[in-house]
């Protein structure tokens, strides 16, 4: 059983607001992650130029790459993380991050059928803890508000 305080639902108006951004987010992940390769480097071409400039740090790319897309991909899943408790106060966040791995899981799968993309388990692995992140740091802004407002 976890002791985070379940997410307050939020009012009719701001739950509406965010089902519109969660959709809209997952519009922007399913061009992110389904876009042909081609196109997906507009996209994601940020990873390449910022490994680049790393190699004049001293960084090969060959490093810095790989870790700078493990580092995108945490991110791209932070929302999901965060905003799916919104939508479903009551979900545990064991289930949360589950859909997580269960969205993830369908990407990767999908991707095998692209033929401009390709599948890894890093990403299932990133994704993941992309969304534990999400719901680890929407919990600590929880307790945060509620003890300041317990405290005025």
């Known amino acids: 059983m976890h002791t985070t305080a379940a997410p307050p639902a939020p009012a009719h108006g701001r739950q509406l607001t965010v089902r519109l951004v969660f959709g809209l987010y997952l519009f922007a992940v399913c061009v992110i992650v389904f876009a042909p390769q081609p196109d997906a480097e507009r996209f994601t071409g940020i990873v390449a130029i910022v490994a680049r400039a790393l190699e004049g740090w001293g960084v090969p790319f060959d490093i810095g790459y790989p ?71 929407l919990a600590a802004f929880m307790r945060l508000r509620s003890r300041a407002r317990r405290s005025a």
């Open 67 to 137: 870790v700078l897309e493990f580092a995108a991909n945490v991110a791209l899943f932070v929302p999901f993380g965060i905003l799916v408790p919104l939508i479903a106060p009551l979900w545990h966040p064991w289930l949360v991050m589950a859909s997580g791995f269960a969205l993830s899981c369908l990407i990767e799968f999908t991707q095998t059928a692209l033929p401009s993309r390709f599948p890894t388990a890093s990403d299932l692995l990133a994704n993941t803890l992309g969304t534990a992140l999400g719901v680890g740091l």
